[in-house]
């Protein structure tokens, strides 16, 4: 059960992860504060997937899963938040011009 909701997390979060790290990397100069970490990490996370499915106990399935849990957290945070920023800004746009509108 444990891998199965680490796969299942990489799996959501890595649908607006990974293409957004791929965004990262390909527009910014930067590439290693931004997207570079979020592969490192769901790579990370897909080690610790494979070996918590061949653990002997199930405090060491647990651990592995933590683990991989909190890398796709901390890599994903940048992408989703700016994700969710610019969907809320873009969701608070009244009029179809929207941006420089005064009522």
């Given at each position: 059960?444990?891998?199965?909701?680490?796969?299942?997390?990489?799996?959501?979060?890595?649908?607006?992860?990974?293409?957004?790290?791929?965004?990262y990397v390909?527009?910014?100069?930067?590439?290693?504060?931004?997207g570079?970490?979020?592969?490192l990490?769901?790579?990370f996370?897909?080690?610790?997937?494979?070996y918590?499915?061949?653990?002997?106990?199930?405090?060491?399935?647990w651990?592995?899963?933590?683990?991989g849990?909190?890398?796709?957290?901390?890599?994903?945070?940048?992408?989703?938040?700016?994700?969710?920023?610019?969907?809320?800004?873009?969701?608070?746009?009244?009029q179809p011009?929207?941006?420089?509108?005064?009522?």
């Amino acid at each position: 059960m444990p891998p199965i909701a680490l796969a299942y997390v990489m799996g959501l979060l890595g649908i607006l992860t990974l293409p957004a790290a791929v965004l990262y990397v390909i527009v910014s100069n930067d590439k290693v504060t931004l997207g570079l970490p979020a592969f490192l990490g769901y790579a990370f996370s897909g080690v610790m997937w494979f070996y918590s499915r061949r653990t002997a106990t199930l405090r060491w399935t647990w651990i592995l899963v933590a683990l991989g849990l909190v890398a796709v957290i901390v890599v994903s945070f940048v992408p989703v938040s700016a994700f969710a920023l610019a969907a809320y800004d873009e969701w608070k746009e009244t009029q179809p011009g929207g941006r420089g509108y005064q009522p």
